[in-house]
Each structure stands twice: as structure tokens, then as C-alpha cells.
Nanobody, 123 residues
């Protein structure tokens, strides 16, 4: 079983950058595809990005392409989300998640979730 802990959120001005980290506690981190999702207040949770077990495949939602980069370090059991050129509409709670099966945009394929980290982008 994986326990996931996100960090790196905060308050930033529009145009700024943040780097989110998600540390996994299990010993089988490299067996999981990883994803980042976010939820704005009053809205449903939405897919942001995903990465395959070996990092060779990545997916992004259209609104973050060219601005966000997902990566992972299997030796450190950590997945990252580098967020540049942040916009107010990027504001929300960001969750990382682990999937045993698929590198997916669909949250239903993810088995473990972190508690989330708040990202607030001011205009």
C-alpha cells in the first residue's frame, strides 16, 4: 500500500512558478503510474497530468500544456509537478495519486490518493 504526501503548494502571483512534490512511502513506487489532479472550490476534481512507471509517457490536460511538467524520481519515491506561468485559474487543491494499472486521465483508475496541497494564484 502506498501513502502519498504532497508538498510545495502556496500563494504565488500570476506568472510565477511552484514545484509540487509527492512522496510515496511504499517500497514499490516504481510499479505505479502517477497522476496529478486538482479541485477548485465549488468544482469537480479534474485531471492535470500523469506519468508512466518509467517516466517515458506523460499526459497533460490542454490548459497546462507548455506550462507544467511532470517528472518522477523512482530512487527517491517522488513525483513532481513543475508549474510555470501560473494563472489564477490554476488555483485549487492539488492531489497526487497512484495507479496500479494505467497511466490514465481518469481518476477512477487511481488506487491511492494524497491529502492534497493548496495552490493559490493571485491576479
Amino acid at each position: 500500500q502506498e501513502q502519498l504526501v504532497e508538498s510545495g503548494g502556496g500563494l504565488v502571483q500570476a506568472g510565477g512558478s511552484l514545484r509540487l512534490s509527492c512522496a510515496a512511502s511504499g517500497r514499490t513506487f516504481s510499479n505505479y503510474a502517477m497522476g496529478w489532479f486538482r479541485q477548485a472550490q465549488g468544482k469537480e476534481r479534474e485531471f492535470v497530468s500523469a506519468i508512466s512507471r518509467d517516466g517515458s509517457i506523460t499526459y497533460y490536460t490542454d490548459s497546462v500544456k507548455g506550462r507544467f511538467t511532470i517528472s518522477r524520481d523512482n530512487a527517491k519515491n517522488t513525483v513532481y509537478l513543475q508549474m510555470n506561468s501560473l494563472k489564477p485559474e490554476d488555483t485549487g487543491v492539488y492531489y497526487c495519486a497512484a495507479s496500479k494499472i494505467y497511466t490514465s486521465r481518469d481518476s477512477r483508475w487511481y488506487d491511492y490518493w494524497g491529502q492534497g496541497t493548496q495552490v493559490t494564484v493571485s491576479s
